[in-house]
Nanobody, 120 residues
Framework: QEQVVESGGGLVQPGGSLRLSCTAS????????MGWYRQAPGKERELVAS???????TYTDSVKGRFTISRDYARKTAYLQMNSLKPEDTAVYYC??????????????WGQGTQVTVSS
């Protein structure tokens, strides 16, 4: 079954906004970080934003001031608020969850991705 599920992608005009959601299943324990990555056609996957339980939040330079990552710890959910979207933001956005399996094995879990297309 899917352990990480993203939603909220879609088609938006330049300057518009979207909010992505990512929810981790109950089979992932001890989550200590959630993050968002993206991959555009022909390009490598890159970190967009991450949020650690220690309070450390990071953004790639190209989204600073436009994107905001937030967490709902009780619901094992991360959000990515995306404002002032640009065509170069077009990509498949993936959620990553760093935690532990039921057996105690540390793992990074990935969602299936959600498409964000910014176009006129």
């Amino acid at each position: 079954q899917e352990q990480v599920v993203e939603s909220g992608g879609g088609l938006v005009q330049p300057g518009g906004s979207l909010r992505l959601s990512c929810t981790a299943s109950g089979s992932i324990f001890g989550i200590n970080l959630m993050g968002w990555y993206r991959q555009a056609p022909g390009k490598e996957r890159e970190l967009v934003a991450s949020s650690g339980n220690d309070g450390n939040i990071t953004y790639t330079d190209s989204v600073k001031g436009r994107f905001t990552i937030s967490r709902d710890y009780a619901r094992k959910t991360a959000y990515l608020q995306m404002n002032s979207l640009k065509p170069e933001d077009t990509a498949v956005y993936y959620c990553m969850v760093r935690g532990f399996s039921v057996s105690g094995r540390p793992s990074d879990y990935w969602g299936q991705g959600t498409q964000v297309t910014v176009s006129s």
